[in-house]
T-cell receptor, first 115, second 114 residues
Framework: GESVGLHLPTLSVQEGDNSIINCAYSNSASDYFIWYKQESGKGPQFIID?????DKRQGQRVTVLLNKTVKHLSLQIAATQPGDSAVYFC??????????????FGKGTKLTVNP | NAGVTQTPKFQVLKTGQSMTLQCAQD?????MYWYRQDPGMGLRLIYY???????DKGEVPNGYNVSRLNKREFSLRLESAAPSQTSVYFC?????????????FGQGTRLTVV
């Protein structure tokens, strides 16, 4: 079956440091990956996405790396700030057996930024 | 810009009661999803709908039914609520494969079954 998982459930960093959050996926047919940020009591919010024909994509202070060979995805946050404290999820868009698309989430990593 | 709207925000049910969680999106998205999130856990897919008129089971469909009423609305029904269904429920919608758009989420419904 397909699954998306994270290597580290919690990550604690100092303000100003760079953060790296990792994610493993198992469905080699997935063609689109997304990172979400979820703050306490809120729904997940989009951070950055990447298609399977790319290996790197940069946004504002964030970079996503995709390694299809080992089915690994990472989110890098530069100069981490206290406002970055949240739970981060990776998600993959996968095809079901019937051919329809669905979004499958990993378990999440809780990032804590210490001032 | 409303995005994805879920109602209600909070609900307490007694075991055996039924209820329907409503979700509507105004972004003309084809795909809609229902997830549940338990404390300290990720989002688990209950049901999804790739287009109007179609629905498919996700990872944890037991105890739930869904209806894709039209392109805008996707409802989740609990016919006979159980304490194990105490959770936060999120509805989401996304565009189609060609557009490669991310999913947008509602603010969640916090359901407690006693």
């Amino acid at each position: 079956g397909e699954s998306v998982g994270l290597h580290l459930p919690t990550l604690s960093v100092q303000e100003g440091d760079n953060s790296i959050i990792n994610c493993a996926y198992s469905n080699s047919a997935s063609d689109y990956f997304i990172w979400y940020k979820q703050e306490s009591g809120k729904g997940p919010q989009f951070i950055i996405d990447i298609r399977s024909n790319m290996d790197k994509r940069q946004g504002q202070r964030v970079t996503v790396l995709l390694n299809k060979t080992v089915k690994h995805l990472s989110l890098q946050i530069a100069a981490t700030q206290p406002g970055d404290s949240a739970v981060y999820f990776c998600a993959e868009r996968a095809l079901s057996q019937g051919g329809s698309e669905k979004l499958v989430f990993g378990k999440g990593t809780k990032l804590t930024v210490n001032p | 810009n409303a995005g994805v709207t879920q109602t209600p925000k909070f609900q307490v049910l007694k075991t055996g009661q039924s209820m329907t969680l409503q979700c509507a999106q105004d972004m003309n998205h084809n795909s809609m999803y229902w997830y549940r999130q338990d404390p300290g856990m990720g989002l688990r897919l209950i049901y999804y709908s790739a287009s109007e008129g179609t629905t498919d089971k996700g990872e944890v469909p037991n105890g739930y039914n869904v209806s894709r009423l039209n392109k805008r609305e996707f409802s989740l029904r609990l016919e006979s609520a159980a304490p194990s269904q105490t959770s936060v429920y999120f509805c989401a919608s996304s565009g189609n494969r060609v557009a490669n758009t991310e999913a947008f989420f509602g603010q969640g419904t916090r359901l407690t079954v006693v």
